[in-house]
């Protein structure tokens, strides 16, 4: 997630604006995580979804990580 807020980052001053492809953030198909991005005007949040079966869909309280336009990471003590 932290590589593809760079890139989104990167997308918005090449642009003009953010992205909802998380390809063009450098996304790719992964056995552990599904990735997802939101967009709404100047804002954004990607987020990392544990996929079933996968070793990460078994983290209680951490299946889910998401990072925004601000930095902000939740749930936080995932980010640990």
């Known amino acids: 997630l932290l590589s593809a ?3 989104q980052e990167e997308q918005r001053v090449t642009t ?11 996304g790719a198909a ?4 599904s ?14 979804s544990a996929n079933s079966g996968s070793p990460q869909a078994l983290d209680t309280g951490c299946t889910s990580l998401s990072l925004n336009h601000q ?3 939740t749930p936080a003590n995932c980010w640990n």
């Open 5 to 7: 807020q760079l890139k």
């Open 16 to 26: 003009g604006g953010y992205t909802t492809d998380f390809s063009l953030l450098g």
């Open 30 to 33: 992964s056995d552990y995580y």
């Open 35 to 48: 990735y997802s991005v939101t967009v709404d005007g100047l804002t954004y949040t990607l987020t990392a």
């Open 71 to 73: 930095d902000a990471r």
